[in-house]
């Protein structure tokens, strides 16, 4: 472990930011389409609609660690991103019409019961963004991991797109 990362978890220990698990919590039931009302309802009960940083683990592994002007709103969205539905006799999710990493990280990897820990910060974006990157580094989520495997594969397979092109150019002339 570096200096800085040292540091950075002592600066946010400091601060009460870590350990995340004394943050107000709840358990939900990702991916379970049977489930959704009462889920949606406790996210409703429970949750603030406030600024703040939001943890969410499942097995006390760390899965995403995320940053909300409207926690109560975010944490919904990721909720609905993990939902099965049925949609013309296929299997889908909420997510499946939104570009980016995080709904295919909700739909795929956090089925199941997993914890939500929020706290609200009310100062400026930026601080919760600091916030968020910090706690991102230090705690380290499985979905930086996740991320950057889709970032690897997509860079592959442009490379591969591009290869394929200039090959059929060629065959072409």
Same mark, same amino acid.
């Given at each position: 472990m570096s200096a800085i *990362?040292?540091?950075?978890?002592?600066f946010l220990q400091e601060l009460g930011f870590l350990p995340y698990k004394k943050w107000p919590q709840l358990r939900l039931e *990702?991916?379970?389409a049977r489930e959704t009302k009462s889920e949606r309802g406790k996210i409703n009960r429970f949750v603030p609609q406030a600024h703040g940083i939001?943890?969410?683990t499942q097995n006390n592994e760390v899965l995403y660690v995320g940053k909300a002007v409207n926690l109560r709103a975010r944490i919904h969205q990721h909720f609905k #991103? #993990?939902?099965?539905?049925? +949609?013309?006799g296929r299997k889908g999710s909420a997510g499946d019409q939104e570009n980016g990493d995080w709904p295919?990280?909700?739909r795929d990897q956090c089925a199941g019961p997993v914890t939500v820990h929020w706290?609200?910060?009310?100062?400026h974006e930026n601080a919760r963004r600091i916030l968020e990157l910090m706690l991102e580094w230090v705690i380290n989520p499985k979905f930086v991991h996740f991320r950057e495997? +889709?970032?690897k594969f997509r860079t592959s397979r442009k490379q591969q797109e591009k290869a394929q092109a200039k090959l059929s150019t +060629?065959?072409?002339?």
């Open positions: *990362h040292t540091a950075s978890k002592r *990702h991916a379970n939001y943890i969410y #991103s #993990s939902v099965f539905v049925e +949609r013309d295919a990280f909700f706290t609200e910060i009310s100062e495997q +889709r970032r +060629r065959t072409a002339s």
